[in-house]
Nanobody, 125 residues
Framework: QVQLVESGGGLVQAGESLRLSCAAS?????????MGWFRQAPGKERVFVAT????????YYADSVKGRFTMSRDNAGNTVYLQMNSLRPEDTATYYC?????????????????WGKGTLVTVSS
């Protein structure tokens, strides 16, 4: 069982930056193991934001955040980060960290085995 704990959410103004962290209690040895970030805006479905293949470090992003968000990992600490720059009001959402398997260039909810409880990001205009 892997436990995920997110941190770093908060209230910022448009154009500012935030960095989210997700600490994992362990990780899989599966070669497809990946961690990802998803977000859910009020009244909307949860959607993919970014993912990283753990053993290669390759990252993939949703088009809506490409060029503004960067996902990275800390191998030693089983921690991933999401650096969010040039934030926009439409980035307002609860951000969830997830861990599971990655088979393509985006993470699918159904392939994620573990989820954090989420951290709220609010971007004011």
């Amino acid at each position: 069982q892997v436990q995920l704990v997110e941190s770093g959410g908060g209230l910022v103004q448009a154009g500012e930056s935030l960095r989210l962290s997700c600490a994992a209690s362990g990780r899989s040895t599966n070669t497809n193991y990946a961690m990802g970030w998803f977000r859910q805006a009020p009244g909307k479905e949860r959607v993919f934001v970014a993912t990283i293949r753990w053993f290669t470090g390759l990252t993939y992003y949703a088009d809506s955040v490409k060029g503004r968000f960067t996902m990275s990992r800390d191998n030693a600490g089983n921690t991933v980060y999401l650096q969010m720059n040039s934030l926009r009001p439409e980035d307002t959402a609860t951000y969830y960290c997830a861990a599971g398997r990655l088979y393509t260039n985006y993470a699918r909810e159904r392939d994620m085995d573990y989820w954090g409880k989420g951290t709220l990001v609010t971007v004011s205009s």
